[in-house]
């Protein structure tokens, strides 16, 4: 897929855990890669990031609604940042790349 092509596209996994909604969202542009810092490596594979490519709208929607999120990539943790759903000093940076947890606590 050619740069224009990845713009707003997403690799998605959607699951359900222990009776809760839970999501892994990755910038499709970092599927099969490794980041690595020090002792630390982390492989974004599709088996699991990568259900499903998705288009920006909808991993918003889904991002809004679950209770847990996995998200991965400057793009789509920026856009969890900017839905006020976390601050950048939850940000976890590796190698430059942002990871990012959510957990939605119902009581």
């Given amino acids: ?3 224009i092509e990845i713009e707003g596209k997403y690799a998605l996994r959607l699951m359900s855990y222990q009776g809760s909604t839970m999501i892994n969202i990755c910038d499709l542009e ?3 890669t490794q980041i690595e810092e020090d002792k630390f490596a982390i492989s974004l594979t599709k088996e ?3 259900q499903e490519i998705i ?3 909808l991993a918003d929607k889904l991002l809004l609604e679950c209770s847990i999120a996995n998200l991965a990539g400057q793009r789509f943790v920026g856009r969890a940042i900017k839905l006020k759903l976390a ?3 939850t940000v976890k940076n590796i190698s430059g790349v942002p990871f990012l947890m959510i957990y939605k606590f119902q009581l």
């Fill in 30 to 32: 970092l599927i099969g």
């Fill in 55 to 57: 288009e920006e709208r």
């Fill in 48 to 50: 699991f990031f990568q």
């Fill in 1 to 3: 897929m050619s740069r």
């Fill in 87 to 89: 601050n950048e000093v």
